[in-house]
């Protein structure tokens, strides 16, 4: 799972970058956020991709990158086709994210045993 983390890291990297650029050439706010997005949560997988016997903190980096693919593939798609994904897929990654954050801040306070 941690190597699929990592995969995934770089693939949000790399989606962050092209969206930025199309952002700016098309200024779409909804572009750039999603790109944002994307680029905050790359380096937050890497990290949780190297705490590979912590199951929490796996757990919550899947959470997350369900969560930005949610939220920032909404944003994409409304920016580029004028559509969403399906309904109440942004607030569904939103909140996602949300629960994935909190996640890591558990892996952080419980104790492996």
């Known amino acids: 799972?941690?190597?699929a983390l990592l995969a995934l890291a770089g693939?949000?990297?790399?989606?962050?970058?092209?969206?930025?650029?199309?952002?700016?050439?098309?200024?779409?706010?909804l572009l750039s956020l999603a790109a944002n997005f994307l680029l905050l949560h790359a380096p937050a997988l890497i990290g949780l991709s190297l705490l590979r016997d912590n199951r929490i903190a796996?757990?919550?980096?899947?959470?997350?990158?369900?969560?930005?693919?949610?939220?920032?593939?909404?944003?994409?798609?409304?920016?580029?086709a004028g559509t969403s994904l399906f309904p109440m897929a942004a607030p569904i990654g939103g909140g996602a994210m949300i629960l994935g954050w909190l996640g890591v801040s558990v892996?952080?306070?419980?104790?492996?045993?």
């Open 107 to 113: 892996a952080a306070l419980v104790q492996r045993r």
């Open 1 to 3: 799972m941690h190597r």
């Open 58 to 80: 796996i757990g919550a980096a899947c959470v997350l990158a369900v969560g930005v693919i949610l939220f920032a593939g909404d944003l994409a798609m409304r920016a580029r």
């Open 11 to 29: 693939l949000f990297g790399a989606l962050g970058v092209a969206a930025a650029a199309a952002g700016s050439h098309t200024a779409d706010p």
